[in-house]
């Protein structure tokens, strides 16, 4: 007998309080030490699974200032899986798939593999409001002003000690505080890579001159020099980025004289900018963590992998980090999880990672205004006219390119399924409330004793090239077939053991 139709309304799941009955020894299944996108999104991912999580965030208040961010399409799709789409456009500015690698201007391919194609400006403050939002509707809770000072792990759980001297205790701890995680250092996890060779200044300000004088010179510095630019922000100021004389410390502010010395010294004028609203710094260290997890400590997003921001890939690769672990972590917690599925977080994120860094070292290196790097970005600007060769860059930087290593298969396992049409509507529709599902184009098969991890919906209208596919929670195809026998050991493989 088939297992019951698919409904996409989750089921409302009490947040938990102090006063409710712990069947645990610890109040917290999970504590996650940061509420930037990375740990908002993770929070929310496990209370998708009635996880009992505390973030903890070190800053009183949001960042100053504000500065925008891209999602690119495989985020933007991950924001359609969980209901967010919507609300995040509303704040956001969309603009073309295109120029992303190095900067390179290349029109977006036609036909990219997604309902949604294009990359979506937001300030990053806005992001991550409406993450965490999206956590506490959902039952997170958020303390700030809290800082991880150390924790100490056993075989039941960690205790976490705050900066303040008060001690907590959960059963897992999840670093997603930072390129400077003291989370990762507490550890004593590796973070080799590469210092910052150069620097970047970057800042909002007004300037003296007329909009036509400054477009006229940044276009012609802008031929050679691809971290230089100046672009009119609103109400009067300007986005302004300029390299750096050198390396500084980033713990310390540029000036506004720093501003105008490095624009005198590469455009010959300082453009009259005067009033900043906030000034920055950025450099190239490229680093990665030599494990995502130690015991019952883990790490994500920029704790685990720091890189140049150019591509704008960090808070992506932060946010499905997020994405790849919140299933796995719940389904640990909650007692299904097969044996080593907790392990299949590194062992799938950690090479995307690595990948990333290596095509930020890329880029970087086509920014550089030496002879060598010039003649190669000219040769790459041309082999960009090549269909394949700027779809391929674009669907990297997107990381809509992704296939998780599943084994033997057609080429479609391990990789994300498009949002396709189905009988209910559209397919991320289906997946709000973060688990499995069976897309059952034969109506012949059942998820049996999965059910209360996995929904099944059986629409033989559905636009798929295979009979059925099983999608884990993250949207990643896991089976492809239509054998039952096939399909439960799959079912085990990723669900653990089925109910009784």
């Not at 297992?3 to 409710?20: I, N, Y």
């Not at 969309?94 to 979506?120: T, V």
């Not at 992998?305 to 919140?326: E, W």
């Not at 299949?344 to 060598?372: C, F, I, K, W």
Request: with cysteine; net charge negative; charged share 25%.
């Amino acid at each position: 007998m088939n297992s019951p139709q698919f409904t996409a309304e989750p089921s409302p799941s009490p947040s938990p309080s102090p006063s409710d009955a712990d069947p645990y020894p610890v109040p917290y299944d999970v504590i996650i030490a940061g509420c930037g996108p990375t740990g908002a999104m993770l929070a929310a991912e496990l209370r998708l699974h009635d996880v009992r999580v505390l973030v903890l965030e070190k800053e009183t208040e949001p960042a100053p200032f504000v500065r925008i961010v891209g999602l690119h399409i495989r985020s933007l799709e991950l924001m359609a899986m969980r209901g967010l789409l919507d609300r995040v456009l509303e704040h956001g500015r969309r603009r073309p798939a295109a120029g992303f690698f190095a900067g390179i201007s290349k029109p977006a391919p036609e036909g990219l593999d997604s309902a949604h194609a294009y990359l979506l400006g937001i300030p990053h403050p806005v992001i991550v409001r409406l993450l965490e939002e999206h956590a506490v509707r959902l039952g997170a809770q958020v303390r700030r002003g809290c800082a991880v000072a150390g924790f100490e792990q056993d075989d039941e759980g960690v205790t976490v000690d705050l900066a303040d001297g008060e001690r907590l205790r959960a059963r897992y701890l999840v670093g997603c505080d930072g390129g400077r995680s003291a989370v990762r250092k507490l550890l004593g996890v590796g973070f080799p890579g590469e210092p910052s060779r150069t620097e970047t200044l970057m800042g909002e300000m007004e300037v003296g001159v007329p909009q036509e004088e400054v477009a006229a010179k940044v276009a012609e510095i802008g031929e050679t020099n691809k971290r230089f630019w100046l672009r009119p922000f609103g109400g009067g100021a300007y986005s302004v980025v300029v390299p750096a004389a050198g390396v500084g410390d980033r713990a310390e502010p540029p000036t506004l004289q720093d501003f105008k010395q490095q624009l005198r010294a590469i455009a010959g004028t300082d453009f009259g900018v005067h009033s900043p609203r906030w000034l920055s710094r950025f450099g190239d260290a490229t680093r990665l963590a030599e494990r995502y997890r130690v015991g019952r400590v883990l790490l994500a997003g920029d704790a685990a992998h720091i890189h140049p921001p150019t591509g704008g890939q960090g808070l992506n690769l932060g946010v499905q980090d997020a994405f790849n672990l919140g299933w796995k972590l719940a389904a640990q917690i909650r007692g299904w999880a097969p044996e080593t599925l907790l392990d299949t977080y590194q062992t799938e994120r950690r090479p995307v990672a690595e990948n990333v860094l290596d095509n930020t070292r890329a880029q970087m290196e086509l920014h550089s205004t030496e002879p060598g790097p010039q003649a190669l970005r000219r040769l790459l600007t041309e082999l960009m006219d090549i269909d394949e060769v700027n779809r391929r860059l674009i669907e990297k930087i997107a990381a809509i390119d992704i296939r998780y290593d599943f084994g033997d298969g057609p080429d479609l396992l391990g990789r994300r399924l498009r949002d396709i049409e189905v009988k209910q509507g559209h397919l991320y529709g289906l997946l709000h409330r973060g688990r499995g599902l069976l897309l059952d184009r034969t109506a012949r098969l059942t998820v049996g004793g999965w059910s209360d991890r996995v929904d099944h919906l059986a629409d033989p209208t559905a636009v798929l090239d295979v009979p059925c596919v099983l999608l884990r929670p993250d949207g990643h195809i896991a089976w492809i077939g239509d054998d039952q026998q096939d399909l439960d050991d799959h079912l085990s493989r990723w669900f653990g053991e089925p109910a009784n």
